[in-house]
């Protein structure tokens, strides 16, 4: 079976057509030695079969990114059969400074125009067959969102011959040297080699042999490098640019217009602040459209299903009223959100299924500790997490759906003006708005920025932009709050939360940056891309990866670590089985209160009840996978009220734990705010440690813990004592001072490096 290789610049439709090729048999994995991410799949058509790997999104192949090092390794050493290079039909010239690149492989290449679709509603004409016989290789004008023309594609990709000799655009004869050294070597792709030698690329002066050929070829260039690059845009523009017929167009096209609005340097930020209320309000809120605040607000408040008669949502009664049920999942006083409606109906199938199986436990005459390990241990802590993932999911489509569409890149633009006077600039808000979805990706992603220092403080930073992981944490809290302290709007409190994890981001950055990460900040320079409408299946492959990702954790991960919890709760170190009354005998409950004092600072240590440690023990069983954190709240909760049936969205659990440890609202804050700035889960410390530069990792650790704890601190004695703001500012001030009189050399530190012994 032939193996083709995918490779195009970065927003060219690469992964789109990578999924409208492979579909379902897609697989991701790590490429040998790198933590990037490594698609592959299988293309399937009648007889046809052909492994598809998707290399990572690159502008050259000159190995400036470790992304182009693979792509370039993978074609040189990897052997493919073919190499599949998606152009960007809507901005040609740009797109084919690659293709002149991998047409000096010795690799058999096909072109795929990518969005004609988008060149043709713009008028624009393209001359396929034009270019073709001008390139001299397979040109196939395709819409890999449509899936037009994909087949046909594939079919001439499978044409192709085994071997093709690689030529260039360039005039060759002063490189024939280094390609004849190439050549009696027996490397591969002997031209291409020669080209990125005179180009100084590292690689290739690796060899001794060639970097002594690479002087005689710079004194026939002058600046190699830049003559070459120069020489491939002529010929692009000479060449084949003419290819491409441009229709008139109005001096503002609706793009322009949107853009005027969407990037303008004053309206801009405001309005991505709306729409990403208007994400969290769609995800969370149990008033989609303001009807219960706008009922009550005038006096006459909308009837919820109790007012009628009716068994609520989460009672025991439930069960014999299922259309009452079905309802109050779309309605209960107010009309609920998408994102809280898809969550009540997966949380009432669960229901069912975890009182089916406490039934059956029940009937079969279980003993009390194995009712409790399958009921409370393994049931309970996993129903509760799969119960978030509807949220996280519609979190995660709008957030694909704002980047598909190309808003995403304009908030990079805009950000740009604001983190530039912070140290970093505008490219670095990708990776940090990539980590609402996941921290490990995210972390993988800042290795498209240049300098070190801005890397490392990206990275330390990402966590702060909340993943899905934590989003049951800031759900079932918030709900907490909502139901024992009188606050109304679960989804205000959350998205709260997650604009102060985005404020502490910019204050670490400003921090680093002025003090240990000092630095220059390098040029931003990107494409806009086009406006687009995303692909509803691109989108549902995007999610099926996300929930197949979330329940393979629940089941693994999570599955062992609420048994674990469960056993040490459950058992003395006696290892006898206590039960519920004797749970301050537990093993989990001495290590809770051996632990609890450390978390004084922040409203849930010391000062809270004999079993205030459960919120000790929730916050470290939360450093294994976050989706630990409510997990271990059902496991807990089961032990406090007998018999507890959890409505598996967390809110009930907290609220047990809220009522039976004389915890207060501010300290739950604080509680939100720990987790979410803390040390992140073993994955992505994982990530972060083979990211960083070496010695990096236990700082960054460090820096995790401390930002957490004063965080932490910040926001339960301000909302506890409001007076204390004050007392932070003026620690912020002085904290201040000395970091801009250190920067002007008034005040000097000792180093803590080591003085080298001559």
């Known amino acids: 079976m032939k193996t083709f290789a995918l490779a195009g610049n970065p927003n060219s439709g690469k992964t789109t057509l990578f999924n409208a090729l492979t579909g379902s048999t897609a697989h991701v994995g790590n490429w040998p030695g790198v933590t990037v991410d490594k698609r592959e799949g299988v293309y399937k058509s009648g007889g046809a079969r052909a492994n598809i790997v998707d290399l990572p999104g690159i502008y050259s192949l000159s190995p400036y990114t470790p992304e182009e090092v693979i792509a370039r390794n993978f074609i040189l050493e990897g052997r493919p059969d073919g190499i599949i290079n998606i152009v960007d039909a809507t901005n040609l010239e740009r797109n084919l400074y690659l293709t002149t690149q991998l047409l000096e492989m010795d690799v058999p290449v096909i072109i795929a125009l990518n969005m004609m679709d988008e060149v043709e509603a713009s008028g624009d004409g393209l001359d396929a ?66 080209v990125k030698l005179a180009e100084g690329d590292e690689e290739e002066l690796k060899d001794g042999g060639a970097a002594a050929i690479r002087a005689d070829i710079c004194a026939k260039y002058g600046d190699p490098e830049a003559e070459i690059a120069d020489a491939r845009y002529k010929y692009i523009s000479s060449r084949l640019s003419s290819v491409k017929t441009r229709a008139a167009r109005p001096a503002a096209t609706r793009a322009d217009r949107a853009d005027r609005v969407l990037t303008h340097k004053i309206w801009g930020i405001p309005i991505f602040i709306v729409i990403l209320f208007a994400v969290f309000h769609l995800t969370f809120s149990e008033d989609l459209f303001f009807i219960g605040a706008i009922a009550s607000a005038a006096g006459s408040p909308l009837p919820s299903f109790a007012d009628m008669g009716f068994a609520k949502l989460g009672e025991s009664d439930i069960y014999a009223n299922f259309g009452i049920a079905l309802a109050s999942c779309f309605y209960d006083g107010a009309v609920f959100s998408p994102g809280v409606t898809l969550t009540n109906l997966l949380n009432l199938v669960l229901g069912y299924a975890s009182y089916g199986i406490s039934v059956g436990t029940e009937a079969a005459g279980a003993a009390p500790w194995a009712a409790g390990l399958i009921n409370d241990g393994i049931v309970g802590g996993i129903t509760a997490v799969l119960g978030f993932l509807p949220q996280i999911l519609t979190l995660f489509l709008c957030f694909s759906v704002l980047e598909d569409t190309g808003y995403m890149a304009r908030v990079a633009f805009i950000l740009d003006r604001i983190f530039r006077r912070f140290g970093l600039s505008g490219r670095a808000f990708m990776p940090m708005i990539m980590g609402f979805g996941c921290s490990l990706p995210a972390m993988i992603n800042t290795r498209t920025l240049a300098d070190e220092k801005e890397r490392t403080a990206t990275i330390r930073v990402i966590p702060f932009f909340s993943c899905g992981a934590k989003l049951p944490i800031l759900t079932a809290i918030a709900g907490g709050i909502c139901a024992t302290a009188g606050f109304a709007n679960v989804d205000l409190i959350t998205y709260s939360m997650y604009l102060l994890g985005m404020i502490t981001a910019v204050v670490a950055v400003i921090v680093m940056r002025s003090t240990t990460m000092r630095g220059e900040v390098p040029p931003f320079i990107m494409e806009l891309p086009a406006y687009r409408l995303p692909g509803a299946r691109n989108l549902m492959l995007h999610l099926w990866d996300k929930t197949e990702h979330f329940v393979k954790k629940a089941f693994t991960v999570i599955f062992a670590s609420t048994v674990l919890v469960w056993f040490l709760q459950s058992f003395g170190w006696n290892w006898r089985y206590l039960g519920a009354e004797n749970m301050q005998q537990s093993i989990l409950a001495s290590l809770g209160q051996l632990v609890q004092p450390l978390f004084t600072p922040l409203g849930f240590g010391s000062q809270l009840n004999e079993y205030g440690w459960v919120f000790a023990v929730a916050a470290i069983t939360g450093l294994i996978a976050k989706e630990n954190v409510i997990a271990t709240f059902s496991v807990l909760a089961a032990m406090f009220v007998a018999g507890f049936e959890g409505t598996e969205d967390g809110v ?107």
């Open 652 to 758: 009930a659990e907290a609220v047990v734990m809220i009522e039976n440890t004389g915890i207060t609202w501010p300290a739950l804050i604080a509680f939100i705010m720990f987790n979410m700035t803390t040390v992140p889960c073993f994955a992505a410390c994982a990530t972060a440690k083979a990211e960083l530069p070496k010695g990096r990792f236990a700082w960054t650790v460090l820096f995790w813990i401390v930002t957490s704890f004063i965080v932490g601190s910040v926001c339960y004695t301000v909302l506890s004592w409001w007076w204390t703001i004050f007392l932070w500012l003026a620690a912020a001030a002085a904290a201040s001072a000395v970091i801009i009189l250190k920067n002007r050399g008034v005040i000097k530190f000792p180093s803590l490096r080591k003085k080298r012994v001559e």
């Open 129 to 194: 067959a034009e270019l073709e016989r001008r390139v001299g290789v397979p040109v196939v004008a395709v819409s890999a969102l449509k899936k037009r023309n994909v087949a046909r594609l594939m079919e001439r990709a499978l044409a192709m011959p085994a071997e093709r000799k690689g030529r260039s655009v360039l005039d060759t004869g002063r490189l024939q040297s280094a390609v004849d050294y190439y050549e009696k070597q027996g490397k591969s792709s002997p031209l291409f080699r020669a």
